[in-house]
């Protein structure tokens, strides 16, 4: 049988971020560490150089997986199931009991919802996401990890951006700041895999309740470490975002100001509309001040709210290299497509200080820390209409 890469998301830990997960996890002596979708055993690899004498498990879906961690490494003993079946971590129980430390880097994909899903689903009473036709491979690994593990046991893993940020995952990450104790999440650099471009925290989480009102997040690249309030974590637990974010949380936000904020139309339906009416992320190849041959709204007044004028400030919305941009509208009328925020403001006064908080370094690095998404990142009206701005008066403060 022929494994596919990309099926499997089989993307190698790098050694350094293997060590990272692994020196994370303050346990004096675990007895039994598992990775339930080993790979190639890097983690593995280096517990068994932090911790001499514990009993090592790994299972991966792929048996040359297996193969190839065995001749590495013998004493690791290998298992070759598919680890979101209910059956795989109750045979893996039934044969290795429960574990001290549960490791992971496991696939980013979507899997479709099944029998095995929901019923791992209902073990923790989480039949709120049945209505989902896909859940998370992360979200299923986590549950499978639980049950795993000892009470006070250990789990450290590698998890996309997306299950730290994105609205979809909230109920999930309240569960588990409910139920569990989130000792740290570690921002990584962007683009550690080889393969993709996706961002990643690793989670450190023990398997009991926690009294604790703030969430630890730490960032790699900054070596620093902040604390948030639990509620303020439901929305989001990534570093960067609370770092922009705490200097400037006293400043009003863009969302205060008398302001306009929407997206445009899908571009495939504009298909009847000239090229040059249209106002898309491409507009920003030609420089940032955007000028419509259409000299009144005339022949657009059909897409009447999704139309950009003289003043309006433009932004991308989607596109990893493209976010951060700032365009305006110095005259004419476009359609704007739905890759854009328009936001219009009508004080002049406030337009400025908008304008030069989205082209200074805070505006930038504040994008840059609410996009999210694998592959192509965008952001959302709610996160954008966030944004502390900075009035006149903070101007020389920092910048
Ligand atoms: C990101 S890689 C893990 C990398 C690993 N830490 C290493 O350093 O090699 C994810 C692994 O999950 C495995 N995998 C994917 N789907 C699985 C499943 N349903 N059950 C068990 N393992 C799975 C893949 O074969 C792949 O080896």
């Known amino acids: 049988m022929t494994i596919n890469i990309q099926r499997y998301k089989q993307f190698f830990t790098p050694k350094k971020y293997s060590q990272i997960l692994v020196e994370k996890?303050?346990?004096?002596?675990?007895?039994?560490?598992?990775?339930?979708?080993?790979?190639?055993?890097s983690l593995l690899l280096e517990a068994s150089r932090m911790w001499k004498g514990s009993n090592l498990f790994g299972n991966d879906i792929d048996s040359k997986c297996c193969k190839k961690v065995q001749d590495i490494i013998p004493e690791i003993h290998c298992y070759n199931k598919d680890i979101f079946l209910d059956t795989s971590i109750k045979s893996l129980i039934k044969k290795i009991g429960t574990v001290d430390i549960c490791l992971g880097n496991p696939p980013f994909y979507l899997i479709k919802q099944n029998k095995d899903s929901l019923k791992i689903l209902k073990l923790f009473s989480l039949e709120g996401y049945y209505k989902a036709s896909y859940i998370s491979a992360e979200v299923l690994f986590i549950l499978q990890a639980l049950r795993i593990l000892k009470n006070g046991g250990l789990l450290s893993v590698i998890l996309p951006d997306g299950f730290f940020v994105n609205n979809a995952l909230k109920k999930f990450r309240i569960f588990l700041i409910t139920e569990y104790t989130i000792l740290d999440i570690i921002e990584l650099p962007s683009e550690i895999f080889e393969h993709t471009k996706a961002k990643t925290h690793i989670l450190v989480?023990?398997?009991?309740?926690?009294?604790?009102?703030?969430?630890?997040?730490?960032?790699?690249?900054?070596?620093?470490?902040?604390?948030?309030?639990?509620?303020d974590a439901y929305n989001r637990m990534d570093y960067s975002f609370y770092e922009s974010y705490s200097n400037y949380s006293n400043y009003k936000k863009l969302e205060k100001y008398d302001v306009e904020i929407f997206r445009g139309k899908p571009k495939f339906m504009l298909k009847d509309i000239k090229e040059t009416w249209i106002l898309h992320t491409t507009n920003f190849r030609f420089g940032n001040d955007f000028k419509?041959?259409?000299?009144?709204?005339?022949?657009?007044?059909?897409?009447?709210?999704?139309i950009a004028f003289k003043n309006d400030i433009i932004i991308p919305?989607?596109?990893?290299?493209?976010?951060?941009?700032?365009?305006?509208?110095?005259?004419?009328?476009?359609?704007?497509?739905?890759c854009v925020f328009i936001i219009r403001v009508k004080n002049e006064n406030d337009r400025k200080d908008i304008l030069y908080t989205l082209n200074s370094q805070f505006g930038k690095d504040?994008?840059?820390?609410?996009?999210?998404?694998?592959?192509?990142?965008?952001i959302t009206l709610t996160d954008i209409a966030k944004m502390p701005i900075i009035e006149k008066e903070h101007k020389n403060n920092e910048f």
């Open 292 to 306: 419509s041959p259409l000299k009144t709204n005339r022949l657009i007044k059909k897409y009447i709210d999704r």
């Open 366 to 378: 504040w994008i840059k820390s609410i996009s999210k998404g694998v592959g192509a990142r965008h």
């Open 205 to 231: 989480l023990k398997k009991s309740k926690s009294i604790s009102k703030t969430i630890k997040l730490s960032s790699i690249v900054k070596e620093d470490s902040i604390f948030i309030k639990k509620d």
């Open 25 to 41: 996890i303050l346990y004096a002596k675990p007895e039994k560490i598992v990775d339930l979708t080993m790979g190639e055993g």
């Open 317 to 338: 919305r989607v596109g990893t290299s493209i976010l951060g941009k700032v365009g305006v509208v110095q005259s004419g009328y476009f359609i704007a497509t739905d």
